[in-house]
């Protein structure tokens, strides 16, 4: 029994002293994607351009949300005035303008397929997926095994850290599709 539970003991070291020494070879980085959201040209372009469009839509609905106030203060002006078919009338009016200001809203704002969430992604995929790459070749070319975001992160060596280097290498990639847009030109 006591020669049993010594061999459980001693092989539970060597698996914990082989996972050790295979965790000691791993070489694991990080990236802050806040710092590259803030910094990367196309990042804040596409926010640039989210943000007109969120406004488009905002005065869009404002325009709709004045006319449904001017309708509501027109009926009480003159509901006093009105025969009951046209209060009727009026009424219907308004609440057909309330529910098109409603389904409005829902097309703007449904977050699985609303009309910001579609501008969203139209705008950021195709960089984030850039991105992706680039952190990828990185990663891969300093030959780091595994690349965390900082957000899941307690604490992090700085000399792991890749930001910069994913940000020397974006602007790279970005200065070679200028040159190579301006050559095209």
């Known amino acids: 029994m006591m020669l049993k539970r010594f061999c459980l003991v001693l092989a539970g070291f060597v698996a914990l002293f082989s996972a050790s020494t295979s965790w000691a070879q791993m070489k694991i980085g990080y990236i802050d994607p806040q710092q590259i959201l803030q910094n990367y040209k196309p990042f804040q372009e596409a926010d640039r351009e989210y943000k007109r469009y969120e406004e488009e839509l905002g005065r869009e609905y404002a325009k709709l949300e004045n006319e449904l106030k001017t309708m509501r203060e ?107 847009a301006a050559k095209t030109q």
């Open 74 to 180: 027109r009926y009480d002006r003159q509901a006093l005035l009105l025969s009951e078919q046209r209060k009727q009338e009026e009424q219907q009016a308004i609440r057909k303008k309330q529910e098109d200001l409603q389904r409005f809203l829902m097309e703007i704002q449904d977050p699985a397929s609303g009309k910001l969430t579609r501008k969203n992604q139209a705008l950021s995929e195709p960089i984030i997926r850039e991105v992706n790459e680039i952190i990828q070749q990185v990663a891969k070319d300093s030959g780091y095994d595994f690349l965390l975001n900082t957000a899941a992160l307690a604490y992090a060596n700085e000399a792991h850290d890749l930001t910069q280097k994913v940000m020397e290498a974006l602007e790279k990639q970005l200065e070679e599709k200028v040159k190579k």
